[in-house]
């Protein structure tokens, strides 16, 4: 008996047919979207796309109805709608990304980049001075964040993950909880228990501890989450080694989460780096460098953001969008560095 | 000649103890304390707003949470005296936390569907991507984006609202001054909180058990019929835990609610109209200028902000345990 | 195949002693026992269901080749063969669920009343409203009372009928479920035993009346007592639908089946070897694969 070859065939995937027909209904409800807004007092991008994609969904639905009938054509509606949804998502981080990317980058020059403000002001004309010392402020603040986060956190979730005691429901919902502190809370908190009742004032170590509320429950979960996936069969080798549980965990449980716990650290830093509220409590603002941690208001980019957008002037204003430009590759940058990490990590 | 079977001892299990070794007993002490650590901070921080905002709280009774008025008044002497009152300013948030939520829930739940059942492998991959970084995007940001660009195009839709709906209550406006508005906080807020329900969402959504999805197509249904009868009954508990975690998240927003919002004390549900607030912002506007008497008040508010914002998460996080975690 | 018994059958009962007597020794003898007790179809409906020359793949890998097989109306086939060796693949590209796999593809015809259910416009809803489907673990919808799953199927392919009651009586009666549910018809389908689940799965696909009832080993989930009722179920239901059964027992296959088909993999796609009456196939198979796997040899 021998068998030709016979060739693999999907008979349900779309016609040429159906193609031709979705793409003349795109056209048609291009065409009425343009006659609609041309003819209406409506105007804008928006106006043409919203006028478009009803027109697209009607004319498709019409012609569609002959072949898959009411039940098909409901089915229909339903991918177009949800498929909206998703557009719509994408337009609005397209247009926040766009923004801060036209804008910004109008304010980034040298100066921008390399001077203080200790000589100027803000609503001086842009190529006189700079954040320099805010972001000297910012990449401080993160410092003493992770300094106390990431023990805070991972000794934390290593408590979830590894010795798993009867608290650990309470320690689960208590980290949960702290996940919802508003930002503006935390540095309430800051502000009421050490500025009211200790001689320290504002100062980038305050500012740190602000932020640290705001981190751990970022670094926990994370690291939880990567600590389980940690396969049992690696604790249990060391185990049987007779290692002890704590050298099993340092030296292989954590050298096998590592990425992951990078990530998670990260991920932590990214939360934070963009905070504004908490800092206004305990950070103060500066204009130029403060290199002690523990003494002094300090610079930093959120709170540049934050005067250049209240200063109400053009100038003012540029440089909050330069500023936030800068943030937000900061933020893209360890985005992309967790994304690098955890992957690696899942691979493992 | 009968002979007794033996009586049977049931076995019992040995006691097994092991004492950990002192080097482990501390390694479990300090992660064991460290661990205790979130509970320390939280109770720290409800301990110590409501030391600084006691008086306050003590003065004004459960005046504080109901009354309307926020006056400061300092005399010549300069002697303070003040009423207390943040019920505007809760209702406000409870304004625009909806208009978020009633914005947000739609979107994701569409979004979540369209990313777990309908878009291809490629889009699904970049889609998901960008919602994640949208969650990364500080806040300030969105204050930046809603006042500048959203703004005017917002404002162009309440004056359209205003217009074919405006003899509804809330569309209606005492004076045409659209900017600044709940309307636009709300926006604001629930592009901020779209991520959080998504993911939520999808997750619930791709946890569908397989034969019940089976059963359906099986019946001869359309994919949007398997979607009505299966994955939304069984998400149904997981989109509002993700939606109660994105109300959460709305009510503690402060620097992107203040951006886009005129902050005035009295109530308002004209949402359209340039007036409006919410406890979190309110702090902030007024923190600069607070006397003492002030500053204790509005750590009694944070207090409030700090209670509400933890009974909501933890309702939010009790459903989404329940629902997602252990895929019912 | 003699049917002297016709008259003093009825449904269940003397069927089941028979079969206590008979005590068969060999897989041969219980199906030339259920040869005997078959009672001959009333009305077949349509020309019943074809495959020919039917290939599956999962992206590029080969899993079914040149699969024809002919599914007379009002006759239960069983598909029996060791694991990995396509039946599963194969029935689900007779109600087309193959392709909800993806990156799944096919080849060849499946007819049914003589049309390729594969044709190019066909509606593939309505297709599957016609060629029913009860799955290996029972799946009712756990959100819906027991009434509402067996009327689910119309629900969803909004199908109206005059009389809900009557629709739901009737399916959960050729089921065998009406009597043990009749009083709770509102309670949740969660509360069922899984026989009774699977009973009420059947239930559910009859509600649409199709043509053709696709069961991947039904029973294999199951406890022997929910087992026999379900076999009951199924020589009832032959008598007005084709029925394609997969099963891993042979037993159940000689117990249910008139015709049978065997189906192998030596490392390659599966395909069909032998395919004849039941009892022709465990007495007197034609091909030696086939006889070292009803004789236990392997599998």
Request: net charge positive; with cysteine; hydrophobic share 50%.
């Given at each position: ?5 016979v060739?693999p ?26 006659l ?14 919203f006028?478009?994609?009803i ?34 998502v ?46 000297v ?73 602000a ?27 060391g ?15 954590v050298?096998a ?39 002094g208001?300090q ?8 005067r250049?957008?209240?200063?109400g ?36 | ?11 019992q ?19 064991t ?6 509970l ?85 991959k ?71 329900i ?8 791709s946890?569908t ?10 019946l001869?249904?359309?994919k949007?019929?398997?979607?009505r ?14 939606s ?28 359209l ?56 | ?6 008259g ?9 002693s ?10 041969s003898d ?36 040149d ?19 396509g ?124 043509k ?5 080993e ?22 007005s ?7 891993h ?8 089946s008139?015709?049978?088909a ?10 069909m ?27």
């Amino acid at each position: 008996m021998s068998i030709t070859t016979v060739k693999p065939t999907k008979p349900w995937a779309a016609t040429p047919i159906d193609r031709a027909i979705t793409s003349l209904s795109i056209i048609l409800g291009l065409a009425t979207s343009v006659l609609v807004v041309a003819l209406t007092p409506m105007k804008g991008k928006l106006a043409y796309f919203f006028v478009f994609y009803i027109s697209w969904i009607i004319i498709d639905s019409l012609l569609m109805y002959r072949k898959i009938g009411g039940k098909g054509v409901r089915d229909g509606l339903a991918a177009k709608i949800t498929l909206f949804g998703g557009i719509l998502v994408m337009m609005a981080v397209t247009s926040i990304l766009w923004a801060t990317i036209s804008r910004g980058l109008k304010g980034i020059n040298t100066a921008f980049l390399t001077q203080t403000m200790h000589s100027a002001s803000l609503f001086d004309p842009i190529g006189k001075g700079g954040i320099l010392h805010a972001i000297v402020g910012t990449l401080m603040l993160i410092a003493i964040a992770i300094i106390i986060s990431v023990p805070m956190g991972i000794l934390t979730a290593l408590y979830l993950t590894e010795i798993k005691g009867k608290a650990s429901g309470l320690i689960q919902f208590l980290v949960q909880a702290m996940s919802g502190v508003p930002s503006v809370v935390a540095g309430l908190f800051i502000y009421a228990a050490i500025i009211l009742n200790t001689p320290l004032r504002s100062s980038a170590f305050l500012g740190g501890l602000a932020l640290t509320i705001l981190m751990v429950p970022t670094v926990t979960r994370t690291a939880q989450e990567v600590l389980n996936l940690v396969p049992r069969d690696l604790r249990e080798a060391g185990l049987a080694m007779g290692a002890t549980q704590w050298k099993t965990v340092a030296l292989v449980v954590v050298p096998a989460a590592r990425s992951g716990l990078i990530t998670a650290v990260i991920l932590g830093v990214a939360r934070i780096a963009g905070e504004t509220a908490p800092l206004l409590f305990t950070v103060g603002v500066f204009d130029n460098y403060n290199f002690n941690p523990f003494k002094g208001d300090q610079g930093s980019i959120p709170t540049v953001v934050w005067r250049g957008l209240l200063g109400g002037t053009p100038e003012s204003i540029q440089r909050a969008w330069s500023a936030i430009f800068v943030l937000l590759t900061i933020v893209l940058i360890m985005f992309v560095l967790a994304r690098t990490l955890g992957s690696k990590a899942m691979k493992k | 000649m009968s002979v007794a079977a033996p009586t049977k001892i049931a076995p019992q299990a040995r006691v097994i103890t092991t004492k950990p070794r002192v080097s482990d007993q501390i390694f479990r002490g300090i992660v064991t304390a460290f661990s205790f650590s979130a509970l320390v901070i939280l109770s720290l921080i409800a301990i110590f707003l409501l030391s600084k905002g006691y008086s306050t709280l003590r003065e004004q009774g459960l005046g504080f949470i109901t009354h309307f008025e926020w006056v400061v008044n300092v005399d010549d002497a300069g002697v303070e005296s003040a009423h207390f009152g943040l019920q505007a300013m809760l209702l406000g948030t409870i304004v625009i936390s909806f208009i978020a939520l009633f914005i947000a829930v739609p979107l994701s739940v569409l979004t979540a569907l369209f990313l777990t059942f309908y878009a291809p492998n490629v889009i699904k991959k970049i889609l998901v991507s960008v919602i994640d970084l949208m969650a990364a995007f500080p806040s300030i940001l969105y204050g930046l984006w809603g006042f500048f660009v959203l703004m005017p195009m917002a404002e162009y839709w309440a004056k359209l609202l205003h217009k074919w709906l405006g003899w509804i209550y809330i569309f209606d406006v005492s004076q045409p001054v659209f900017t600044r508005s709940p309307f636009i906080a709300g926006i604001v807020l629930s592009v901020m909180i779209i991520p959080i329900i998504t993911s939520v969402s999808r997750e619930v959504f791709s946890q569908t058990p397989l034969d019940r999805v089976q059963a359906a197509y099986a019946l001869g249904a359309t994919k949007w019929g398997m979607i009505r009868a299966v994955v939304l009954p069984f998400g149904a508990g997981g989109v509002v835990g993700g939606s109660m975690l994105g109300l959460g998240r709305a009510f503690g927003e402060t620097v992107a609610v203040f951006s886009v919002l005129n902050i005035v004390f009295r109530t308002n549900f004209h949402i359209l109209f340039t007036q409006g607030g919410n406890v979190a912002s309110m702090i902030i506007q007024r923190w600069g200028e607070a006397g003492k008497k002030e500053i204790g008040a509005l750590m009694a508010a944070g207090l409030v902000l700090f209670i509400l914002t933890l009974a909501v998460n933890f309702l939010a996080n009790a459903i989404v345990t329940r629902t997602v975690k252990s895929g019912r | 195949m003699t049917n002297s018994e016709t008259g003093s059958i009825n449904q269940n009962g003397t069927q089941m002693s028979e079969k206590e007597n008979a005590k068969p020794s060999s897989l041969s003898d219980v199906a030339a026992n259920r040869a005997e007790k078959k009672v001959a179809g009333t009305a077949p409906l349509g020309t019943g269901l074809e495959a020919r020359g039917v290939h599956a793949w999962f992206d590029k890998h080969h899993a079914l080749e040149d699969v024809s097989l002919d599914f007379s109306a009002g006759t239960v086939t069983a598909l029996i063969g060791p694991s990995g060796c396509g039946k599963s693949t194969f029935i689900r590209t007779l109600n087309r669920m193959h392709e909800f796999i993806p990156n799944t593809s096919m080849a060849g015809q499946v007819l049914l009343d003589g049309r390729d259910i594969y044709e190019s416009g066909i509606d593939v809803t309505k297709i599957r409203l016609q060629i029913g489907m009860v799955f290996q673990k029972p799946n009712p919808f756990p959100s819906m009372t027991i009434g509402e799953n067996v009327l689910s199927g119309l629900k969803l392919a909004q199908l109206k009928v005059a009389n809900h009651d009557e629709l739901l009586e009737e399916c959960l009666t050729r089921a065998g479920l009406w009597t043990e549910v009749k009083d709770r018809l509102g309670a949740h389908a969660g509360g069922l035993s899984g026989g009774q689940q699977q009973r009420l799965c059947i239930a559910r696909a009859l509600a649409v009346k199709p043509k053709v009832l696709l069961m991947d080993e039904p029973c294999s989930a199951l406890d022997p007592g929910s087992t026999l009722r379900i076999e009951e179920t199924i020589s009832q239901l032959s008598k007005s639908m084709t029925i394609v059964i997969v099963t891993h027992n042979m037993q159940q296959a000689a117990r249910v089946s008139d015709y049978t088909a065997f189906f192998l993999s030596d490392g390659g796609p599966g395909q069909m070897i032998e395919m004849g009456p039941t009892n022709e196939i465990f007495s007197r198979p034609r091909d030696q694969r086939t006889e070292n796997y009803v004789t236990g040899r392997f599998g």
